[in-house]
């Protein structure tokens, strides 16, 4: 009668599984991280609601329906917005920058300048429609 | 005379190594599903300094670039989303509106969601972003 011996497995088959699992587990928890929304918060004002502004505190810009930005009738890039809203907030602290954004422009354009006013840390800001729409972020809200 | 003993290899068992992996490796696919998200194919508008605008509680409404709506991946009507919302806002008022629209698309296509919104008095909206 032949006698067989077990043979004994060895333990380092598993290791490169193992390595496998933990490749997979980082890529899970790397995609995970993609679902946190980052953005900007902004306050909605009730609907027909009313500020009052002096008129030496307004500062309008507008926007065009191919996103060229205006001041005052003229074309200005965001650097001199940008230089515009810091000169004026200096000497007016209760300053108010209104954006009036025209239908067809480009959400990118809009966004651009939500951005400056939120990096300006504009005591009070709004968009509007030229329709009417007003969308608001001043010291009241929660935003920013 | 010196007796020398053989003594065996030592071999650290990798099994119970690989057996831990895989069950974090379930435990956070589990977790991935249940945070699964639907996606539509948008342009991300870019921006410098954007904050990370999530809450516990979060609802998306996208806005392609022709202007289709959609309510966390799937299209859904104007009608449609303001239900959502005024369901989400009564069960959970902390709930957080974000507003995900591709970064060509028209400005009144946005301000029709604004308006929806502002009808309810949904007071804190999230513009979402690309971080440059």
Known sequence: MKLTRRKRREYGDSAALSDLAFLLIIYFIVIAGFNINKGFLMNLPAKDSTRLVLKDDLLRFELDSAGALFHQGSAVDMDTAETEIRNLAASHPNLAVVLGVNPETPWQKVVSFIALAQRLEVESFSFTMTDGFTMTDGPAGGGR | ?132
Do not use: C
């Not at chain 2, 699964?36 to 904050?51: L, Q």
């Not at chain 2, 902390?94 to 308006?115: K, M, P, Q, W, Y």
């Open chain 2, 1 to 132: 005379m010196k007796i020398t003993r053989n003594r065996q290899n030592f071999v650290v068992p990798m099994n119970a190594m690989s057996d831990v992996a895989f069950l974090l490796l379930i435990f956070i696919m589990l977790v991935a599903l249940i945070n699964y998200r639907r996606e539509v194919k948008i342009d991300y508008p870019e921006a410098h300094d954007a904050k990370k605008t999530s809450a516990e509680k979060n609802m998306e409404i996208w806005v392609d670039s022709a202007g289709l709506t959609y309510l966390d991946g799937l299209p859904a009507s104007l009608e449609a989303i303001e239900e959502a919302v005024t369901d989400a806002y009564r069960n959970a008022p902390g709930t957080r509106v974000h507003l995900i629209a591709d970064r060509n698309t028209a400005f009144r296509r946005v301000n029709e969601v604004l308006s929806v919104l502002q009808l309810l008095e949904y007071r804190v909206v999230s513009f979402v972003v690309k971080d440059e």
